[in-house]
């Protein structure tokens, strides 16, 4: 059997993130403000790319972790300067991002298509070696290189 939350206590204690927070407020804190105001806050990172070709950041991704990971690559991308370029390049591009959803034909949303959707460029390793050749580093909207499908 499985473990299921109590949330009883939530009816007894309106619009109380705890059960000891909604105590405070209806008692000792009870002539202060609840919940205020929101206050937006970042959390500063630093992203070390994994390759650089020019402008051109290479993060390898054999696969991503959870959905967070991959979210992380987003914030990465609109923190990046202008002219440089985030790309991926896939150990397997058909591999299925974490807790993706089967869809109606049986499959799921695959590293690839999350990159495409997002707006990334992608290679495999066979597909980026003919891109280093050719020195070719112009942006395709988000299209796969990859010929191999």
């Known amino acids: 059997m499985g ?7 939530k009816g007894k204690v309106r619009k109380a993130d705890s059960k000891w927070e909604g105590e405070l407020r209806d008692g000792i804190l009870s002539s202060c403000e609840y919940h205020p105001e929101k206050i937006p806050y970042t959390i500063d990172h630093h992203y070390h790319p994994d390759f650089k070709i020019g402008d051109t950041l290479v993060e390898a991704k054999g696969r991503f972790i959870d959905s967070a990971e991959a979210r992380k690559y987003l914030y990465i991308r609109d923190a ?17 991002m974490p807790r993706a959803k089967v869809r109606k034909d049986g499959t799921k949303r ?6 495409s959707k997002n707006g990334f460029r992608w290679f495999t390793e066979s ?5 280093l050749k050719r020195g070719n580093y112009a942006r395709n909207n988000g299209e796969s290189h990859d010929t191999d499908n």
């Open 3 to 9: 473990y299921k939350l109590n949330n009883s206590w």
């Open 80 to 96: 990046l300067p202008f002219g440089t370029e985030l790309v991926f390049l896939f150990y397997n591009y058909k591999t299925p």
């Open 110 to 115: 695959t590293h690839g298509e999350w990159a």
């Open 127 to 131: 597909t980026i070696t003919k891109i």
